[in-house]
């Protein structure tokens, strides 16, 4: 079942560049590689430094088997080369993960973060907006507890050293930040007529 399935860091990651080349009839590992070597993913997701092209065929394989990806042969300059589809069961399990991530977000580092948030575009624009919208609802809920609890404990205590309040100050300024790049991202979002899709950042 959808819901209930696990989709660990490196496949999410994987899964997700396959299924951006499903328009162009798959990708190969090379392809997948390339994009990683091209976006710096190694620096802003948790797939690793060692994430090497031997790593790389092994979560293909588990995705296989599991029957979110399925592969095929294909001969290119008298070499036959493997090539990746994203089945419909993996197309729904990467879309509810994206929803799931983006969701749930509550302001802390998530690994899944930024991985879902560039893959955001499988989504609708009705998702788009109920994600984002539940999200930062959520930051500013968590916000508001956090200085609530910091005005508290002023008011009982008047002086109180920084290494005591900055425990309060440090979170509700990142979520501040937070908060002002949801409402930033769900109006652009919500100029759109139609569902953004990756054409729409060329």
């Not at 997701?45 to 294909?74: A, H, K, M, P, Q």
């Not at 930040?177 to 139609?194: C, S």
């Amino acid at each position: 079942m959808v819901e209930n399935y696990i989709l660990k860091h490196r496949a999410f990651v994987l899964l997700g560049l396959i299924n951006e080349k499903m328009h162009e009839g798959g990708c190969h590992a090379y392809d997948i590689n390339k994009r990683i070597e091209e976006r710096g993913m190694r620096d802003w997701t948790n797939i690793g430094v060692d994430f090497s092209f031997s790593t790389i065929y092994r979560t293909l394989d588990r995705l296989e088997n599991e029957e979110l990806v399925r592969s095929f042969e294909e001969e290119i300059d008298n070499r036959k080369r493997k090539i990746y589809q994203i089945t419909e069961f993996g197309y729904d399990v990467l879309k509810n993960k994206v929803y799931d991530v983006i969701y749930n977000y509550i302001g802390k580092m998530d690994e899944n973060f930024y991985v879902a948030f560039s893959m955001f575009p499988i989504l609708s624009l009705e998702e788009q907006v109920e994600a984002f919208s539940h999200a930062l609802n959520t930051i500013r809920i968590h916000r508001k507890e956090l200085q609530d609890m910091l005005d508290d404990m002023l008011t009982e205590f008047s002086k109180m050293p920084i290494n005591v309040t900055g425990l309060f100050i440090h979170p509700i300024k990142i979520l501040e930040t937070d908060e002002e790049f949801f409402e930033m991202v769900l109006k652009e979002v919500k100029t759109f007529e139609k569902t953004i899709g990756p054409e729409d950042y060329e």
